[in-house]
């Protein structure tokens, strides 16, 4: 399966979710790393307000959720410098 990876941000444009593959973890038991940060109007990232670690199926299903309650894929990806 697929891991989650990218930038998503809700319908409002005040919270941002970055999901990326864990690099530490076991590639027969992939873990996720979810950020959530708060954002500007414009849908930047301000601070670091929470992270997780979670599971390949719980990512999907929380990519999957998200995606099916309006939150957007971040086209233009943001900088890597900021995670």
Do not use: C, Y
């Amino acid at each position: 399966m697929p891991t989650p990876s990218g930038w998503l941000v809700n319908p409002e444009k005040r919270l941002i979710l970055f999901f990326i593959r864990d690099p530490k973890s076991l590639i027969r038991t992939p873990k996720v790393i979810t950020q959530i940060w708060p954002s500007t109007e414009k849908g930047i990232p301000t601070t670091i307000k929470n992270t997780r670690t979670m599971d390949l199926k719980g990512a999907i299903e929380t990519w999957n959720e998200l995606l099916s309650n309006s939150w957007e894929l971040v086209q233009q990806q943001i900088n890597d410098n900021v995670a």
